[in-house]
């Protein structure tokens, strides 16, 4: 039996051989009410802000000069279009540089005596495949393939003390079967128990499915009774960890000792290419994949022997030149889309200065000393390039002073003779 343990819980419902079942909370305990802040006295119109009564100091308002029509905008459009795929490809890249670097756990396990864990990882290439184990007592196998299973079955007796479960409580053991493996269980009260009690058996696979009943999440199983006693079977089609769960859903539960049969399948390893007593590294060449195994071995009790489960982690590494080939592709990918980016950056800011006509304008900042733009179609007037001054006679006056033959009145310099002539002095 591998790993044992138990938790606070609630009820569930379910029923039959295999199915889905989701696990009730606990009662919750309300916490005590909130101190609430008081109230915030909103303004009747939220898009006024009060009356102040301090004084502002008063500005003239501003004279804006003529708005121009430019058939374009300003610049900056762009940079939330650009800002966007440059964020989500540099998430990308530290997703890469993650797995890259960072190998992911494919089998982490407990191995009781007679229990054997596999994997095949589909697909590896090349590179290695990490084995650590806590105890000597486990060897890791390298196998070309899954192989055959031995027709003889070992049986394993094991008796648990009986205890208490608490209501909503629960506990669970796991075994490590392989396709054949049989498991029996009976449980059972204690004799002063009450009779109405019942509490609940499931039988789930993988750790996975353990995890998703734990945290109150739907989850298959593959057996499952109900009662004041509990006693079934069931007969592995696949190797997996598999995780006997025993649960208080209504009212605490006294058990009695009770006993697990298990008849062992195992599988045949005289063919292994590779194995260690201790935690490696083994490289993987060509000639094992693919289709290559590691097979984690316990081997079976001896009479009246007590063994502690031990601890099993399986590791997939790619080779280094896998590692180097897969990390430049995602690197170019991450290249390309940089530069794709920048291109849409380009265009789109080209097509924001671009009127509708095709014609590109300048934007220039509109300013009191600069004349209005005139709109397309009309031509802009030339500037004059000389001025003549024309003579004009002056107009009959009587009230006007006569002058001496000969006298020229002083006139102001730059004065062409325009408007009303000056005073001339009495002669």
């Known amino acids: 039996m591998g790993r044992s343990g138990g938790s606070g819980g609630g009820g569930r419902s379910g029923g039959g051989g295999g199915g889905t079942a989701r696990r009730h909370s606990p009662p919750r305990h309300h916490s005590p009410p909130r101190h609430h802040s ?5 303004s009747p119109f939220r898009h006024h802000s009060p009356p102040h009564h301090h004084h502002h100091h008063y500005s ?22 650009c800002i966007i795929p440059i964020f989500i490809l540099l998430l990308i890249i530290m997703v890469i540089v993650v797995l890259c670097s960072n190998p992911k756990v494919e089998l982490e396990t407990y191995l009781s005596p007679c229990e054997q864990a596999i994997s095949c990882p589909e697909s590896l290439r090349g590179g290695s495949i990490s084995f650590k184990t806590e105890s000597s007592s486990v060897t890791g196998y390298i196998i070309k393939e899954e192989p055959s299973i031995n027709k003889t079955q070992f049986e394993v007796d094991k008796t648990m003390s009986g205890e208490t479960i608490k209501s909503g409580g629960y506990l669970f053991h796991s075994f490590n079967l392989i396709r054949g493996s049989k498991l029996d269980w ?3 009260q204690k004799s002063y128990s009450d009779s109405s009690s019942t509490f609940l058996v499931y039988l789930v696979k993988g750790y996975d499915e353990y995890s998703k009943f734990d945290n109150y999440e739907t989850f298959n199983y593959v057996k499952h009774t109900s009662g004041s006693s509990s006693k079934g079977s069931y007969t592995s089609s696949a190797a997996d960890e598999y995780f006997l769960i025993i649960e208080a859903a209504y ?16 599988y045949d390893l005289s063919d292994y290419k590779k194995k260690s007593s201790s935690s490696t590294d083994f490289d993987i060449d060509d000639s094992l994949v693919p289709g290559v195994c590691i097979i984690a071995d316990m081997p079976c009790p001896s009479a009246n022997s007590k063994t502690d489960s031990v601890k099993v982690n399986i590791d997939y590494k790619l080779a280094y030149g896998g590692l180097f080939y897969a990390c430049l592709v995602f690197a170019i990918i991450f290249g390309v889309g940089v530069v794709v980016s920048i291109l849409v950056c380009v265009v789109l800011a080209k ?23 005139y709109p397309a179609g009309y031509q802009t007037p030339q500037p004059v390039q000389s001025y003549q001054t024309a003579t004009v006679p002056a107009a009959y006056n009587p009230s006007a002073p006569v002058y001496a033959t000969g006298a020229t009145p002083a006139y102001a310099p730059g004065y062409q003779g325009y408007g009303t002539a000056p005073t001339a002095p009495a002669y």
């Open 38 to 42: 008081p109230p915030r006295h909103h």
């Open 60 to 81: 003239p308002p501003r004279y804006h000069s003529p708005s121009r029509h430019y058939y374009g905008s300003s610049g900056g459009g762009c940079s939330a279009v």
């Open 186 to 188: 009976d449980i059972t």
């Open 251 to 266: 009212s605490s539960i006294n058990l009695a000792d009770y006993t697990f049969k298990v008849y062992y399948s195992r």
């Open 351 to 373: 097509k924001k200065s671009t009127g509708s006509t095709g014609n590109t304008y300048q934007t220039v900042p509109a300013t009191p000393a600069q004349p209005t733009a």
